[in-house]
């Protein structure tokens, strides 16, 4: 069975304090993992999907990266609006479900 | 692009009535539509799947008679909650997969707060 474990379940952070979420997963044959955002009362928001191990994306402050057992979630010099819950999700290959993790919230004080 | 609206976004209704929630592709077509359930502090529970044109497929302890799920065209999907009862009350969300993303990225609707009296 798919497995997603998201470390730590909550973060606080100061403006322009980076740090990094975790993400570990057990799957059988990645076909790719996902990370999303999600406010209170939201649906989730898509940020990046990883394929391979060594790959990397990035959006303005967020850089995913991903390893054959984990994937990082960085975040550069954050700021109050970033705050929100980042989930991380991932796909077996032949299979259209997808298994998601508890999330970390993120809280960025000002 | 990629966008999924749902609709209501939050309903209250009493015991033992239906409720339906509908979810929509506004700018492509989804092969592919998900509905899933969220509880505070858990993850996402994927509740069931489905194609359009074919029944959903529903996951493990999900009652496929009590959670409707209707899949008849490539931007509409249905969930109908039938005979409410307070222990139903939670967060719904739907997501879509299909022709004009990347197959298997789900992209999500905004959710819909179910309150059942």
């Known amino acids: 069975e798919d497995q997603v474990t998201q470390s730590p379940e909550a973060l606080r952070l100061q403006e322009g304090e980076s740090s990094s979420l975790n993400c570990s997963y057990t799957v059988s044959g990645l076909r790719g993992l996902f990370w999303y955002r999600q406010d209170p009362g939201k649906g989730p928001e898509f940020l990046f999907t990883?394929?391979?191990a060594g790959e990397e994306k990035e959006k303005e402050r967020l850089k995913a990266t991903l390893t054959k057992k984990e994937s990082f979630l960085h975040i550069t010099a954050p700021k109050p609006e970033d705050s929100a819950t980042y989930l991380c999700a991932v796909q077996a290959k032949g299979y259209q479900k997808v298994t998601f993790g508890i999330g970390t919230k993120l809280q960025v004080i000002p | 692009g990629a966008v999924v609206s749902q609709h209501p976004s939050r309903v209250i209704c009493k015991s033992g009535t239906s409720v339906k929630i509908e979810c929509r592709s506004l700018?492509?077509?989804?092969?592919?539509m998900f509905w899933y359930r969220q509880f505070p502090k858990k993850s996402l529970m994927l509740m069931a799947t489905?194609?359009?044109?074919?029944?959903?497929?529903?996951e493990q302890g999900v009652e496929k008679d009590k959670f409707l799920i209707n899949h008849a065209s490539l931007t509409l999907s249905t969930l109908t909650v039938t005979s409410a009862h307070p222990e139903d009350s939670s967060f719904y969300i739907c997501?879509?997969?299909?022709?004009?993303?990347?197959?298997?990225?789900?992209?999500f609707g905004p959710g819909t707060r179910l309150t059942v009296l």
């Open positions: 990883l394929y391979s």
């Open positions: 489905s194609n359009e044109g074919s029944k959903a497929t529903y």
């Open positions: 700018d492509f077509q989804a092969t592919t």
């Open positions: 997501s879509a997969a299909g022709e004009g993303t990347t197959l298997n990225e789900q992209f």
